[in-house]
């Protein structure tokens, strides 16, 4: 068996081990390949082998790669930071902004998708444990930023994204989970209909789905090493 077919089995099967073991249902958890900084050629390869959304993170590298990948019909999802010269772009080009944590992006956005296009898709993007480098919005911040989200014409609201904490103390890591979760919760309760709790990477995909995660973003472990 070739060396990304093997990734690509394994990850699909952690997915599901976790599913198992958390008694949800494997089609609950979608896999988006986080494909930053690997050239065109191995997406077009994670493609053939039936892998179809692909994650990137920087506008410029991402508009490359889609443009010479234009004839396979791959979802496209920014997960990285968004700069509001970029939202044209964005807008233009992907499927899901899953990064957002600023009016003026959301607002942006929402002006820039063209009348003929789907809805974008978005998730706002939460700094789930309050660290002072990190993107993302102060949780209680979310409440409000949702609410705008909904509000504007466009764009479609589907969920929370979030990068927790560094850390390989499993205590921590399943308490950031289940913090986004709960926020995740409580919009759905207040009647935003969302189905997408985004968080979960290479190291800790388990953890993200048994604390219910919709979909894992992984990089490493899928497509291998990113290169220098
Ligand atoms: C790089 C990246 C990932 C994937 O990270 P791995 O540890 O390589 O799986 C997931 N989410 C975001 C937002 C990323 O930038």
């Known amino acids: 068996m070739n060396e990304r077919l093997k990734r690509l089995e394994n990850v699909r099967s952690r997915i599901e081990f976790a599913c198992k073991n958390s008694g949800r249902d494997r089609s609950e958890v979608r896999l988006l390949a986080i494909s930053k900084k690997h050239p065109p050629e191995l997406i077009r390869a994670y493609f053939g082998l039936g892998q179809a959304t692909f994650g990137e993170n920087k506008a410029q590298e991402a508009l490359r790669k889609l443009e ?8 496209w999802h920014f997960v990285g930071p968004v700069q ?23 607002n942006r956005l929402s002006a820039q998708r063209a009348e003929d296009a789907a809805p974008l898709n978005i998730c706002l993007q939460v700094n789930i444990d309050r660290e002072a480098q990190k993107s993302g919005l102060d949780p209680d911040m979310v409440a409000e930023m949702a609410e705008r989200a909904a509000a504007l014409p466009r764009l479609r609201l589907r969920g929370l994204m979030a990068i927790p904490r560094l850390t390989t103390d499993q205590v921590v890591a399943r308490d950031s989970f289940r913090r986004l979760r709960e926020l995740y919760e409580e919009l759905r309760a207040a009647g935003y209909p969302l189905d997408t709790l985004s968080m979960g990477m290479s190291a800790d995909l388990e ?3 048994e604390e219910g995660s919709t979909m894992v973003r992984i990089g490493t472990d899928l497509l291998g090493p990113r290169p220098a």
């Open 68 to 75: 010479s990948l234009r004839d396979l019909a791959i979802e």
């Open 207 to 209: 953890l993200a789905i």
């Open 84 to 106: 509001s010269n970029k939202t044209r772009d964005l807008a233009a080009h992907f499927d899901w902004v899953q990064s957002i944590d600023r009016v003026k992006v959301l």
